[in-house]
């Protein structure tokens, strides 16, 4: 859905769900987000960006921050410096995350998203399911690139988890 104003495009929306099983228990998928170390290895030194920074405060209330520059391999050019601010919204442990998050790059938001992970048992391990609801704006990257971004990061999710 596009808002309108005085004919210019100012907001694209849109949602999309994953689910994605993993052996690992849901305690032990839950921690891959909890722990700030666990975290930090699979959802920001990912492969295609120089990070600067990565701060976490994994508490409702608390607040994660990512600082990094694209390099060369990205459609953004090398050095373009991005930004990822998150709000913890709501916590269940081994059974549920709420997030609201900003993008930014070079200062600019361009996205704001509510994201929701959810831990369910499944056999001896864990159906993840993640939801998210995305507002994007001029110069974003749109529902199906953070789809497929997201796609990416519950690969190196799996990763960390020795899958």
């Not at 831990?119 to 391990?125: K, S």
């Amino acid at each position: 859905m596009n808002v309108q104003t005085s004919g210019q495009k100012t907001a694209t929306h849109g949602s999309f769900t994953l689910e994605r099983v993993f052996r690992a228990s849901p305690a032990k998928v839950f921690d891959a987000f909890a722990d700030p170390d666990k975290k930090r290895r699979w959802f920001a030194e990912g492969p295609g960006f120089h990070l600067d920074s990565f701060m976490m405060d994994f508490r409702v209330g608390g607040e994660e921050k990512s600082r990094f520059r694209f390099v060369a391999d990205k459609p953004i050019a090398e050095g373009t410096p991005c930004s990822n601010d998150t709000v913890y919204m709501d916590i269940v442990p081994n059974r549920r995350i709420v997030i609201a998050y900003s993008m930014s790059m070079a200062g600019s938001i361009f996205s704001v998203s509510l994201a929701t992970m959810e831990f369910m048992a499944e056999g001896a391990g864990t159906r993840l399911v993640f939801t998210e609801q995305a507002a994007f704006f001029e110069n974003a990257d749109g529902i199906e690139m953070r789809e497929q971004g997201t796609r990416e990061l519950l690969g190196q999710l799996a990763a960390e988890l020795g899958e």
